[in-house]
């Protein structure tokens, strides 16, 4: 009975691993990308981004897909920092 058990929790640890993989390769990166809501596409560029900083303190970055449509995501710190620092948005406050 515990060999099951032990084989999900390799299972789970094998599968953060992987989205931990993914989530490193995304943030190489230098591109910020969003969702675009109009024409439902994923990871799309953003151009002309400004972050911005909520009000609870996290940072959002705010641009247009070259369509002329607007799309907005959430950054963590370190990602949003790193978009100013890179060149690929400006800072906002």
């Known amino acids: 009975m515990l060999k099951p058990i032990f084989l999900v929790a390799c299972t789970l640890k094998f599968d953060a691993s992987a989205i931990f993989t993914n989530y490193k390769f995304y943030k190489m990166s230098n591109m910020l990308t969003a969702y675009c809501m109009k ?3 994923k990871n799309v560029p953003m151009q002309d981004a ?4 909520t009000a609870r303190g996290g940072y959002m970055a705010q641009g247009h897909d070259g369509k002329g449509n607007k799309m907005t995501t959430m950054l963590g710190e370190a990602r949003a920092l790193e978009a100013v620092k890179d060149g690929v948005a400006k800072k906002s406050w």
């Open 39 to 41: 024409t439902k596409e």
């Open 50 to 53: 400004v972050i911005t900083k």
